[in-house]
């Protein structure tokens, strides 16, 4: 089965692909989306989950999103159809680095993607390029909590802890306005939702021909998880706005 097939049964019962239950979403959308009538863009936005969420409480509000994955965004404009947001939704089917925008927009959305961009400071020196004045990123991704063993660090990349990871987005030119660090519920129910969908699927599909493929994934990565990096690892969501002297 494809990357991409299994990413979408992992995620169906946790849409958002990151580590954050829907009142931490709300929140962060609330701190970012102040005025109601932002361009917001999402650098990586899979099925669109965090700019439908935008578009679907806040009727100001103009979105587009940019991710390699054509099934994802063909999700995401069905979804868009259905809330009856499509008129303020644009999808780019391209690589997030590769995007060009002639005009900025008010917030740019990060969650999950670093990796495209090469880590984190990479993507918030990709948001700079599209961000107006005074605007904001939201952005989410990875840190150690506590000393990662080797196998954690080659199943998950080479994050910092909380602090530093902070230090050295506040020496790239921006200041935190406010975060999140997602809870111990928050990183549990994320893990038991993607491979228990996995596992739920494989089951109720024991005749499709990927479905030991899949119960064989979804085994996998639920004993990397609870081994290799539950004890260690950590996700933190930053709203950012940039400092004074490096607008």
């Known amino acids: 089965m494809h990357r991409e097939q299994i990413s979408r049964i992992a995620h169906a019962e ?9 009142d931490s979403v709300r929140r962060l959308l609330e701190r970012g989306l102040t005025r109601g009538d932002e361009r917001v863009l999402d650098l990586g936005c899979g099925g669109g989950e965090w700019l439908l969420r935008a578009l679907a409480t806040r009727p100001g509000v103009r979105a587009e999103g940019v991710d390699i994955s054509e099934d994802a965004l063909d999700q995401a404009a069905a979804a868009a159809r259905d809330l009856g947001v499509q008129d303020r939704l644009v999808l780019h089917h391209r690589k997030a680095e590769e995007f060009v925008s002639e005009e900025p927009f008010d917030v740019v959305l ?5 990796h495209a ?13 599209y961000l107006a004045p005074g605007g904001c990123v939201l952005i989410g991704d990875g840190f150690w909590e506590h000393p990662p063993s080797q196998d954690a660090v080659e199943m998950l990349g080479n994050f910092v ?3 530093t990871t902070v230090d050295r987005v506040v020496a790239d030119g921006w200041t935190p306005v406010d975060g999140h660090v997602s809870t111990r519920q928050e990183l549990d129910d994320y893990e038991w939702a993607c491979w228990g969908s996995l596992a739920a699927w494989a089951l109720d599909h024991a005749d499709h021909p990927d479905s030991a493929q899949v119960l064989e994934t979804a085994t996998v990565r639920r004993a990397e998880w609870l081994r ?4 260690t690892w950590g996700f933190v969501s ?3 706005r940039r400092t004074p002297d490096s607008a």
């Open 228 to 231: 290799a990096y539950r004890d």
């Open 14 to 22: 946790h849409p958002i692909k990151s580590p954050l239950d829907d």
């Open 238 to 240: 930053l709203v950012l």
């Open 161 to 163: 802890d909380l602090a």
């Open 110 to 114: 990060s969650f999950g993607a670093a």
């Open 117 to 129: 961009f090469g880590g984190l400071l990479p993507t918030l020196a990709a948001a700079r390029r």
